[in-house]
């Protein structure tokens, strides 16, 4: 009888362990799995016809916001005082990489502390010309995500991208490859 009391102690101890195990490791893995937006929206599809010109749409990509921007053919990066050395990671101002296209996408998060800059397609009394700004600390970007003014280190992300008829395709390279 003793043995079989001491049997259901040992039964019992190894599984509130395993238990214990799971416990701990669940949050574990969890974290580092992708998560299901990372995964799920690993490729977003555009239609640039629903945009107007000097509009832009919010949308996702990755869990994280995207700006769909159209651009009128006319306005150029000399309305803007971009700095010339605060390059992205391919070692290019947006500009390069985005002039051109009538509609390209950025991830809409500062390159300083992370917040959502607003789109001012009006400009202000300041920047007399569409820019983007970040009300947390007075960020400022061009259109195509250089930054001008305020604390922001470097250039918004710019994904990668492609067009494919009317439809801007993020994710995928094209008119612009993968950048760290
Ligand atoms: S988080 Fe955008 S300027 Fe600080």
Not at 21 to 42: C, D, H
Not at 52 to 65: H, N
Not at 147 to 168: C, T, Y
């Amino acid at each position: 009888m003793e043995a079989s009391r001491r049997d259901f102690i040992n039964v019992a101890i190894g599984g509130l362990g395993v238990v214990g195990a799971v416990g701990v490791l669940y949050p574990i893995v969890k974290t580092l799995a992708p998560s299901a937006a990372s995964t799920t929206e690993a490729k977003a599809e555009i239609d640039i016809t629903k945009i107007p010109e000097l509009g832009m749409r919010v949308t996702s990509w990755k869990g994280k916001p995207l700006f769909v921007l159209r651009l009128p053919k006319d306005l150029q990066e000399d309305k803007y005082n971009v700095k010339k050395d605060s390059v992205n990671s391919a070692g290019k101002l947006n500009y390069e990489l985005l002039k051109g296209q009538e509609a390209f996408a950025l991830v809409g998060v500062c390159t300083h502390l992370g917040c959502i800059p607003l789109w001012k397609p009006e400009g202000s009394e300041d920047v007399k010309a569409p820019y983007l700004h970040c009300p947390c600390h007075g960020g400022l970007y061009t259109p195509w995500g250089d930054n001008i003014g305020g604390p922001p280190p470097r250039p918004l992300f710019v994904p990668p991208q492609k067009r494919e008829g009317d439809k801007l395709i993020v994710g995928e390279p094209g008119f612009v490859e993968q950048l760290v």
